[in-house]
């Protein structure tokens, strides 16, 4: 009987023995490695942030594992909020080598009588190790935390625990540590808390989903009063102190970025991961962000105005192009989910911009001879399309008859840009868009045309912008930077004279040259003398506004990315008006200047009505030219082209009308490159069947297949034949 005893005592001690064996090579394999310190421990994570110009955040994530962008040292927080969280959490942690045995057997002792977990004993080094390495709620992890919990404090100093634990420590919405809760929750710096704020902080960490702020104001009270109530005990609060506590509402107020630059950042990040500079923790941009922050509210209310007006998208850009930065990437909509298409940016996507690219044109022609003055024939003006006909008009659909350049560019008349692309040449005009950054306009010279004259390409807003800081800066190109690193020096190339774009911002900031169209008291008559452009694309489909003074460069662009037209929005309905707010602001608190005008130039009188052929007197006007073309003769533009037909065109088709007399139906031919005064003999199927003073001859339609060419003579002298072009009347 007793060897069976003593049998059994050893078979228990050896299985003791083996249990612990167990107990031991499983603890062994089951502990994780602890961390030699807890910088280590975030190091690997991306701490990429983008900053504006005065260094404050563009960008705050609250998706990472860690908080990684407002982590603070423990000195900068609060004394008072430390020692709430070691009361209320820990309150023997400077006393204990990463356990705290005495309350793990209190709590042992309550969860026995309660016959249920009511509390859990985690000391702040513990919750650290639960932090790093996550595991499931067990008794067995308990054991496992222990253990890491003090070899983590045989690493690391009980100040370097309790600094991780604050700026880590999780609560509702993926925000980490004191610092992102007291934006969370108060929108305001965790050093002008009240000490309620703080106590509220403190609880929150014990179920941050069940007592968030925002879903229960009140769910922390008991917990704070309890709380309030220790530190009274513990001669941390006074009498007075406590019963302000009791007293005090929380007042909540939800924080949000306070710099709006959502797809400003988008961009940065893409481009700096792209030249693999992915690593820089902090990038340094241009943006301005009070700037930023008060174009978005212009422009955002301006929105609002125009919502009855089928319109969703908008979008401005500013550039200081003194310095060549990007100071305001903003886009309609504080947030990227309140509008249609607005994970678009329509800063980078390219659209049609009208009447926004004529003074690129005029400078062109500026460059090649025309002066200001030159006069351009603003009449009907038909254009083949295919197999027929399309009718160009100005916006009014009014023809003004012969103007000069500087009344042509103001006004952005359409056929005078179309009669001045063929003096420039589209291809040499396309080439010289492509040195100004409009990389968009991709396409063979073929397949724009003539129409590039009138913005039928697309191009982007930041494209736009970048070519207008080269008509502001004197004719030189500096690529436009977001980043603020002046140790990069960036390469600088002339593409227009000084003179050539002293004349067109001249011409851009003058009231009277744009009248006619626009009148001399319209909204594009800045305080400070700056120059302005619109544009509107066909159907009303994207309306610009793009400006600049002495020092700044600014684009509005108005439409919707969809491609919807809009309800009637041109560049001076819409964009116009954010434009102007927008340099009110640009020189709010600056000393203004005018604009640069070059000294080279030749300030002249000249005749206001310089074709009129009334007998007149001569209606005086200043003028600047560039030198040595101040004499050039002021002829209509129009004697300089080359001869040719330009109605009918090659395989046109025409149908007579059956409700009007075949005998009483006629088509106009017409001839570039001739005046009013040579001779013109027409030629019809082989021919003569009229001659004319003048391009212009009505001809009696027939129908049938025909073939018609012109021979003109000027003063008795014969010039060259037109080409035989072949139509159709149907």
Known sequence: MKGRRTNILITLFLGFIAACGLMVVKTRNDLMPVPQSLAAVISDVSRQQVLDRCGRPLTITYQNRWNIHEYVPLHKIPGFLQQAFIISEDKRFFNHHGIDWQARLNAFRKNIFSLKAVRGASTITEQVVRLIHPRPRTIWSKWLEGIEAARLESNVTKADILEFYLNQVPYASHRRGVVQAAAHYFNRDMHTLSRKEMLALVVLVRAPSGMDLHKNPGAVETSVALLSARLR???????????????????????????????????????????GTHDQSRIRTTLDGDLQKTIQDIIDQHMKGLKNRCINNAAALVADHTTSEIIA????????????????????????????????????????????????????????????????NNYSRSFYGPVSLREALGNSMNIPALRTIRFTGADNYLIRLRDLGFESLDQHPGFYGDGLALGNGEVTLLELVQAY???????????????????????????????????????????????????????????VQTAVKTGTSSDYRDAWAIGFNYRYTAGVWMGNLDRRPTDGITGSVGPALVLRAVFSELTRFEQTQPLYISPKLIRMDICRNPVSETGGPCLKKTEWFIPGTENALEEPEETRETIG???????????????????????????????????????????????????????????????????SWRDGHKMPDTAEVVFFVK
Not at 243 to 270: K, T, Y
């Open 329 to 392: 990437w903003v886009v309609a909509g504080n947030s990227i989910e309140q509008i249609p298409g607005a994970f678009i940016d329509p800063v980078i996507t390219p659209r049609q911009p009208g009447s926004a690219l004529k003074p690129f044109l005029y400078a062109l022609s500026l460059e090649y001879g025309w002066t200001a003055a030159t006069v351009i024939d603003d009449s009907p003006l038909k254009e083949p399309v295919g197999t027929g006909l399309h009718s160009y």
């Open 645 to 711: 037909l330009r109605q009918p065109n090659n395989g046109l088709e025409l149908a007579l009308d059956p409700r009007i007399p075949a005998e009483e139906q006629a088509f106009e031919f017409l001839i570039e490159g001739v005046s009013n005064k040579d001779r013109v003999e027409w030629v019809v199927n082989g021919a003569a069947v009229a001659i004319t003073s003048g391009g212009k001859y009505c001809w009696p339609l027939k129908k049938g297949r025909h073939r018609v060419k012109a021979a």
């Open 233 to 275: 005990q513990a001669g941390l609060l006074s009498i007075g102190q406590h019963n302000r506590i009791a007293d005090e509402e929380l007042a909540l107020d939800r924080s949000g970025l306070s710099i709006p630059a959502a797809h400003f950042v988008w961009s940065i990040l893409r481009n700096q991961n792209s030249d």
């Open 469 to 527: 800081t080269v008509l502001a800066r004197r004719g030189s190109f500096i690529s436009l930077t977001a980043l603020n690193d002046h140790s990069v020096q960036r390469a600088s190339k002339q593409i227009f004279s000084e003179e050539v774009t002293s004349i067109i911002a001249n011409i851009l900031s003058d009231p009277e040259a744009r009248k006619l169209e626009f009148g001399t008291g319209s909204l594009l008559r800045f305080p």
